[in-house]
């Protein structure tokens, strides 16, 4: 069974920066693609951004303020999020797909995920 433990989220003004947090337990981490998703309130769940080794895919709302990385020896995958908007507030996932070698933006694709933490953007 894989565990994944999300933490980093709270409230930050925009413009400002946060680093989340994805600690994963129970599988060959390395092996796994590694995925942020966020759910904003009223709305379905969306892409944020995925890795897969030093292979990286951004959804373009976030494109060039986010950065994932993974650091394998911790287990462990991040996510920067430097120039928030207010639009950025939602609580984020993180998913981990075992089956397949490619990087995929469909949730339906990702086995685990964890329980989220709350991201909120204001001033």
């Known amino acids: 069974q894989v565990q994944l433990v999300e933490s980093g989220g709270g409230l930050v003004q925009p413009g400002g920066s946060l680093r989340l947090s994805c600690v994963a337990s129970g599988h060959t981490f390395s092996s796994y693609v590694m995925a942020w998703f966020r759910q904003a309130p009223g709305k379905e769940r969306e892409f944020v951004a995925a890795?897969?080794?030093?292979?990286?895919v951004y959804a373009d709302s976030v494109k060039g303020r986010f950065t994932i990385s993974r650091d394998n020896a911790k287990n462990t995958v991040y996510l920067q999020m430097n120039s928030v908007k207010p639009e950025d507030t939602a609580v984020y996932y993180c998913?981990?797909?075992?089956?397949?070698?490619?990087?995929?933006?469909?949730?339906?694709?990702?086995?685990?995920w964890g329980q989220g933490t709350q991201v909120t953007v204001s001033s």
């Open positions: 890795i897969r080794r030093i292979n990286t």
């Open positions: 998913a981990a797909n075992g089956r397949v070698i490619v990087i995929s933006m469909n949730e339906d694709d990702y086995d685990y």
